[in-house]
């Protein structure tokens, strides 16, 4: 009996995308309910009990999140979600100090929020420099320390990939970043309640969480900003200048509780969890390897969050796959991305081959991931790929010692 | 993506799947697509002595709407000459699967893929014949 059975329909598939998102925890959802009703005051109301008691709530939350990553209640601010925060992170930093600095360092697997916001950037006539990884998915430390000039404002690196789950090495490129004085941005968005974060220690200034990658609400995120030394960012939002003037308007206050809430019971729980996690990734990954050879884990499987695994099946596309495992909830290539035709530029970073990109699955166990469900999605999983490669053309050349790549295709 | 209800059917329950003896004189072969792309389609057929084509096979990498093209036409081209065979459009494909916009590209590839096998199977004929004449 896990606390998901109250929420998950018997007819549903099972669910394997938690880095798309998650389903809120019971508790969570709990300790939101009265604010939604008779806590209904507004924060920012300072003449009667109906704000008091609501801005209680949410500066509640705020010291909750802070604690998750080391930070104090002050330095933290809600947003919408970590698209929000990431676009305030960056474009906010580089507004304000435009007059002397005018380069950011980003890498080319952030998500899109951050690529696109730098591309705007760009436009107005910021430099920026988009590291490449290695074929782990990690970044090259040399590279962003060669990468940094006097000119660069902002180094945004995110913590954890949306796709693969590798760890980027936090300790040091914050180190690197106080070394050189360029501000540090994290997009925390996969990072934040699952590995352990410490902004004093990591030298973190700007970080960007998500409320519903964490158990907690839709349409809620936050920011830290730090404030010693003090990091200062042209606001996007402006207006009633709440939240120390970094984003205006009237909280949502039974959202912010539920992040705060979300934030209390991931830090409480996150070694024990992680340790479960690692065996069903272990699990899976054992099950799969007993029963399917030319499967490749795409991205680095020790620096990854356990809740994580990017396979390729060779010789099966990701798409027709999908459409077989009906029993199972996941992603082919970017979630992002799955209008276009494209394979993942994250996996095609990682110097992954077009056709192999083709065949990848996007598999994110959580927190109401159960062994039961581990060992149905092996099977599944097992099942339709070997059907598929009976059907595969390309399977069937890789049997008769035909390399494919000798092939002069077509390109259409 | 939501798919037709025939398309589904022949994405589960794929008509013709395998492969016929490349090297037979009466079996034509188009490969068809690229791995890069994510489709590669391959089909068969095989010409009976009266000119009807008695068998066809198929095998596709890609994603289910290219394979549910490729079982499609396997099922079409049986019983027909190579000539009428060669008439089936892309577009007769991508309505009967009722295929969504971004996936008409794999009715255009299961229509070159029978343009492939069929003029693998004029190539054989012809030689034949040339080694035939030769041989007068």
Not at chain 1, 114 to 133: A, I, M
Not at chain 1, 199 to 217: Q, R, T
Not at chain 2, 22 to 47: N, R, W
């Amino acid at each position: 009996m896990n606390a998901f059975s109250q929420i998950r329909r018997n007819d549903q598939p099972i669910y394997l995308d938690y880095q798309a998102t998650t389903p809120m925890d019971p508790r969570v959802l709990e300790v939101m309910l009265p604010y939604f009703t008779y806590k209904f005051g507004n924060p920012h109301s300072r003449s009667h009990s109906y704000g008091w008691e609501a801005e209680a709530g949410v500066e509640k939350a705020r010291g909750q999140l802070a604690k998750l990553i080391g930070a104090d209640e002050k330095e933290v601010i809600f947003t919408s979600g970590a698209t929000e925060s990431n676009n305030l992170a960056i474009r906010g930093v580089a507004e304000f100090y435009k007059d002397r600095k005018n380069h950011i360092v980003t890498t080319v697997t952030e998500h899109k929020c951050v690529l696109d916001t730098c591309r705007h950037l760009e436009q107005s006539g910021f430099e920026v420099t988009y590291l490449p990884v290695q074929k782990n998915g990690l970044i090259d430390l040399e590279a962003l320390r060669n990468a940094i000039t006097d000119k660069t404002v902002v180094v945004s690196i995110m913590a954890v990939n949306n796709e693969i789950g590798v760890i980027q090495p936090l300790e040091e490129i914050g180190r690197i970043c106080r070394e050189k004085k360029v501000f540090f941005h994290t997009d925390a968005a996969q990072a934040a309640g699952k590995i352990p974060l410490d902004v004093e220690a990591m030298n973190i200034d700007l970080m960007s969480i998500s409320g519903h990658k964490i158990y907690g609400p839709k349409g809620i995120g936050a920011l830290y900003v730090r404030r010693k030394p003090r990091v200062r960012l042209v606001p996007l939002i402006v207006g009633g200048g709440q939240e120390r003037g970094f984003r205006s308007g009237t909280l949502p206050t039974p959202l912010c509780v539920g992040l705060g809430e979300a934030a209390e019971i991931c830090l409480k729980e996150m070694d024990g969890e992680a340790k479960r996690l690692k065996k069903l990734q272990e699990r899976m990954l054992k099950g799969l390897n007993a029963k399917l050879t030319e499967i490749v884990v795409n991205g680095d499987l020790e620096h990854r969050i356990p809740g994580n695994l990017n396979i390729s099946f060779a010789y099966v596309e990701g798409e027709s796959l999908m459409m077989g495992i009906k029993g199972l909830s996941v992603s082919s290539g970017s979630a992002c991305t799955s209008a276009s035709l494209e394979p993942s530029y994250v996996l095609r970073a990682l110097g992954v081959e077009e056709e192999m990109a083709h065949t990848s699955l996007r598999i994110g166990l959580g927190r109401f991931t159960t062994e039961h469900e581990v060992d149905t999605a092996v099977d599944e999983l097992v099942r339709h790929v070997n059907k598929l490669r009976a059907m595969s053309p390309l399977w069937e050349m890789a049997q008769e010692g035909i390399d494919i790549k000798s092939i002069e295709w077509a390109a259409h | 993506m939501t798919y037709s209800a025939k398309l589904i059917d022949h994405y589960e329950n794929p008509r013709n799947i395998g492969s016929l003896d490349k090297s037979s004189e009466d079996v034509g072969t188009g490969l068809v697509g690229a791995p890069a792309c994510g489709d590669v389609m391959k089909l068969q057929i095989k010409v009976g002595a009266d000119g009807l084509i008695e068998d066809a096979k198929f095998k596709t990498f890609g994603c289910g709407s290219a394979i549910a093209s490729s079982s499609l036409v396997t099922e079409w081209v049986k019983g027909k000459t190579i000539d009428e065979a060669e008439t089936i459009k892309n577009t007769d494909i991508a309505k009967h699967l009722a295929l969504p916009p971004v996936k008409i590209h794999c009715s255009v590839l299961a229509e070159d893929a029978i343009k492939a096998a069929i003029a693998d199977y004029r190539t054989k004929i012809a030689k034949k014949d040339e080694t035939r004449d030769a041989a007068e």
